[in-house]
């Protein structure tokens, strides 16, 4: 279910007790700030996402993050959207807004959990469950926010195909 709220994605991630790294940066000047204030990005070890705190500033963007050994998570400043860069310094859209950012976490982490829980084995109906998790994922990450998913070279996309292996 796809959280609506500040509210709803803290407490999806206290629900499943996950503890989240609230950054020391005093800023508090717009959504961006507050929600790395009050509700922090969450730290798990099984997953991509590496939040280091305090974010960077570098020329009207922030980095609040990493995916795996290369990629950097962004934030910019002027028109609050996140972006990813590979490797190779491209830069991938990831998300209209940083509430979208937070969405889609609590969206990868609930199928990643599904995932975990009902496909245990390595056979083709264990890998069919898995494809409709994972479409179940991508289909509510496109209503939350459809510009993410405009072609498949965006960072989700490349995430989804990244969880089916």
């Known amino acids: 279910m796809t959280p609506t709220s500040w509210q709803e994605i803290q407490k999806y ?3 499943m007790e996950v503890k989240r790294q609230p950054s020391t940066n005093p800023r508090t000047e717009n959504d961006f700030y507050r929600a790395m204030g009050s509700i922090g ?4 070890e ?13 020329n009207g963007r922030v980095q609040f993050g990493k995916v795996g050994r290369e990629w950097k998570l962004w ?11 590979d490797g190779e310094h491209k830069e991938r859209f990831a998300n209209t807004s940083f509430f979208a950012f ?3 976490l609590v969206l990868f982490d609930q199928g990643y959990r599904n995932i975990q829980r009902d496909c245990p084995g390595d056979s083709g109906a264990d890998w069919e469950k898995g494809d409709e998790i994972i479409e179940g994922m ?3 990450m496109r209503t939350a926010d459809p510009k993410a998913f405009e072609n ?5 996309p490349q995430m989804l195909v990244d969880i089916n292996g």
């Open 46 to 58: 099984w997953w991509w996402f590496r939040f280091p705190d305090p974010p960077s500033d570098s």
């Open 102 to 104: 937070h969405q889609f």
């Open 41 to 44: 990005l969450p730290v798990q």
């Open 138 to 140: 991508e289909s509510e």
């Open 152 to 156: 498949g070279e965006m960072f989700w």
């Open 75 to 85: 934030w910019r400043e002027k028109d609050g959207t996140c972006l990813a860069e």
């Open 13 to 15: 991630w206290d629900s």
